[in-house]
């Protein structure tokens, strides 16, 4: 079977042009992640690398099919020169990591959670995953593999993600919207939730 790796870095390379950085991590008992990191004017993208190289598997499952499942890689976008966000490779690993290390499967509308501000002084911890599709466009691969989904990264505060588990993934994207918060914006104020 083919490596889908290289096809999903020339994926993001179509999409977001060359990368000017790239890290690699590897946790123990994991496969290496790699986060790449690219410019488009004032925007910063950092996309994962590795995390489509096996299938999610549901955690209910008896046996983990090796080849059917989700594929998915993750890409976060925020604006450049206002806060340290290259500190968020690490962080992103984790969360790319989170399928094999705690059986998880990463969808749109979850929020993921690293339990520490993503980069120094952030005031975020996690994301909530947003829907695929705008930015970078699914990976088809050769039956009877699953694509691959480049999934964003959305981050959210303390207070956004406890009433985002109260209210839902749906609701907190319209309260976004409806206060034209700007969620590139790596320093950020809380959406007002009342």
Do not use: C
Not at 31 to 46: A, K
């Amino acid at each position: 079977m083919a490596d889908v790796l290289p096809l999903v870095e020339a994926r993001l390379r179509t999409a977001l042009g060359e990368p000017d950085a790239r890290a690699a991590v590897t946790f123990l008992g994991t496969d290496r992640i790699e986060v790449l990191r690219f410019h488009e004017g004032d925007i910063v993208r950092y996309a994962t690398l590795g995390m489509s190289a096996q299938p999610m598997t549901d955690p209910t499952a008896v046996i983990a099919d090796p080849v059917k499942g989700p594929r998915v890689e993750l890409v976060l976008s925020v604006r450049g020169g206002v806060a340290d966000t290259d500190k968020v490779l690490r962080p992103l690993a984790v969360l790319a990591a989170s399928p094999q290390v705690e059986s998880v499967v990463v969808a749109p509308g979850a929020s993921l959670d690293v339990g520490e501000p993503l980069w120094p002084g952030a005031p975020f911890t996690s994301v909530l995953v947003a829907e695929p599709g705008g930015l970078v466009e699914d990976l088809e691969l050769d039956g009877p593999l699953d694509p691959v989904r480049f999934l964003p990264l959305l981050p959210m505060t303390p207070n956004e993600a406890a009433w985002k588990r109260v209210h839902g993934a749906q609701a907190l994207q319209e309260r976004w919207l409806n206060q034209g918060t700007d969620l590139r914006d790596p320093s950020r104020r809380s959406v007002p939730l009342e």
